[in-house]
């Protein structure tokens, strides 16, 4: 059977899923070896199957699902069956053969085997979206797993430069009735490194910008980062600080191109440069 384009747009999801029936499904295929028209939902859609299948790993579904997908395709399989077992019925306008020869197809029948097919194909649709929502799911919570674990190992390694021949140590405290807080330290090549945590996530183009001031000079840009749900920053500066003060200031602000600080003032520290006492490094 010749179908259009739109029928096949419309038939689309079905196909990928093997979901229609040999009727549609012949059809679908008929028309996609003739059509010189492009057809990019079947490429679109049709890519979801084998990534599923080749790059992620298979999820068990839930029992009561399992049960659905099971006894609706039984049941298809078995209308499949029976109408192919029934004999085919006479023309209604036939004059060949008498009237009571004819076998008359129940509407009610035919109803009730196309809501049957019905139910199944939007079972297999249910079934495989479930697959990919709990294949979704999984990613995300992977994705915060990765998020934290990297977060815990930038914490040790800036923890570890405590205990370091040369390295000066100071403390950002948080402002008055605003979260977060954080360390920073002055390395012996000059550069700073700033570890801040409970702080809120940037949203947008947000960013927390670092602003710095070398013995009570101007207030110059340091460099930014932005926060995601575990609520800690880093950042290494780029600038070299010899000098004997140093003052610290992180900003929550609208964008990462902002030259002069106009958001809220998150945290500030100061470091003087004279001998501190030792560190312990923190547990």
């Known amino acids: ?169 100071f403390v950002l405290t948080p402002e008055t009735g605003l979260q977060g807080a954080g360390d920073a330290l002055l390395l012996p090549s000059g550069h700073v490194q700033v570890l801040l945590h409970g702080l809120e996530p940037t949203t947008g183009d947000e960013v927390y910008m670092v602003w710095s001031s070398v013995d009570g000079g101007a207030i110059t840009r340091a460099g930014w980062f932005t926060v995601d749900d575990q609520g800690q920053g880093f950042l290494e500066m780029d600038n070299e600080f010899p000098s004997t003060s140093l003052w610290l200031m992180v900003c929550l602000e609208p964008n990462s191109g902002v030259q002069k600080p106009t958001g809220p003032a998150i945290v500030t520290g100061t470091l003087w440069l004279y001998s501190l006492p030792s560190v312990t490094t923190p547990a």
């Open 1 to 169: 059977m010749v179908i259009a384009c739109d029928r096949v747009r419309d038939l689309a999801p079905g196909f990928v899923l093997g979901a229609l029936d040999e009727a549609d499904m012949a059809s679908v295929r008929e028309h996609l070896s003739t059509c010189a028209k492009p057809h990019p939902e079947l490429r679109e859609m049709g890519g979801v199957v084998p990534y599923l299948g080749g790059s992620l790993d298979p999820v068990e579904p839930p029992k009561h699902l399992r049960a659905a997908v099971m006894a609706a395709a039984l049941e298809d399989l078995r209308a499949r069956s029976a109408e192919k077992a029934a004999p085919e019925a006479a023309p209604v306008f036939t004059v060949l053969a008498p009237v009571r020869s004819a076998r008359v197809v129940s509407l009610a029948r035919v109803r009730a085997l196309r809501s049957r097919r019905a139910v199944a194909w939007l079972t297999r649709v249910a079934a495989a979206v479930a697959v990919v929502s709990l294949v979704g799911y999984a990613a995300a919570v992977q994705g915060d797993l990765n998020h934290a674990h990297q977060a815990q190992a930038t914490a040790n390694n800036f923890y570890s430069k405590y205990t370091v021949p040369g390295v000066l140590h």
